[in-house]
């Protein structure tokens, strides 16, 4: 029993960081129709820019956390100004534009800090366990369950109540008729932009906590699975990103304890596979 308390504990964690990373790539693709593979570079930003203000610059925690989503923000904003927004009506040159960012910022981070993984600092508060049900569980893997909570609230607020996210859904639809009204569907477009790269550097500043250090290529890493839950989910779904989240981070972390190493990877690539069987569109293929 404390064992699979806390398998399921680092299960919800583990998919709680996957919808971080999940989420934005989700809003952006089903608002934008931008397939970004440049989202775990905005990842790997927030989680340097993260450790950087945590050792270097002296900030505390959760001022780092802070200064690394907002560095990441940042980097999404100018990333679709410069590059994305001039190559919406090419979308094979968009793939290939963010193909080459996602490898080159991880290079980047590699020249300036090197290949090797740099310790995470982890506050005392957050370094702890708690006892659930007899297991000890990292304190950690809350907080990562919180905060994806949190996002998936914001996001759905996002896209029903506000009027940009009511006028991004009407771009989406139709763009020519929303801007005759006279609406800069472009400054909406570089909102959600923002956010999605938001969400990826938040998860970036929280993987820190859940592997206990950062590498530059944590986010490529993070993104493949990142993908999966998308597809999962179903395009453009943020609660069905959510949802194909919870059963990844659980289908892979009790695969890799009751089987072999190693084949909780292939477990949630058979997972997708036969979802995809069974539900071509995923769980939901319907936005939010």
């Known amino acids: 029993m404390n064992t699979i308390v806390l398998l399921a504990c680092t299960g919800l964690g583990l998919g709680a960081l996957y919808f971080l990373v999940a989420s934005g790539l989700s809003l952006i693709f089903g608002l934008m129709d931008v397939l970004n593979f440049a989202h ?61 960012v996602g490898l080159a910022l991880p290079a980047l981070l590699m020249g300036v800090w090197g290949a090797d993984a740099r310790p995470f600092p982890q506050p005392e508060a957050l370094a702890g366990t708690v006892r659930l049900l007899g297991a000890v569980v990292p304190v950690n893997r809350f907080v990562l369950m919180g905060a994806a909570v949190l996002v998936l609230l914001a996001l759905r607020l996002f896209l029903a109540r506000t009027r940009y996210g009511l006028i991004v859904r009407a771009g989406v639809e139709d763009r020519a008729m929303v801007t005759a009204l006279g609406i800069d569907v472009r400054k ?35 993104l493949v699975f990142a993908f999966v839950v998308v597809v999962m989910g179903g395009m453009g779904s943020v609660t069905g990103a959510a949802v194909a989240s919870v059963a990844v981070g659980l289908v892979q972390q009790f695969a890799n304890y009751y089987t072999a190493a190693g084949l909780g990877d292939l477990s949630v690539v058979v997972l997708l596979a036969v979802l995809l069987l069974v539900r071509p569109r995923g769980l939901t293929g319907r936005l939010a």
């Open 188 to 222: 909406a477009f570089t909102l959600v932009f923002a956010i999605g790269g938001a969400a990826a550097a938040l998860g970036g500043a929280l993987a820190g906590l859940y592997f206990g250090s950062v590498n530059p290529s944590q986010g490529t890493g993070l």
């Open 40 to 100: 775990g570079a905005l990842l790997s930003i927030g989680a340097y820019a993260t450790w950087w203000a945590a050792t270097e610059g002296g900030m505390g925690f959760w001022l780092a956390v802070l200064f690394g989503t907002v560095v990441g923000t940042a980097a999404a904003v100018l990333l679709e100004l410069v590059l994305i927004r001039p190559l919406y009506a090419r979308p094979r040159d968009q793939i290939l534009a963010t193909v080459g």
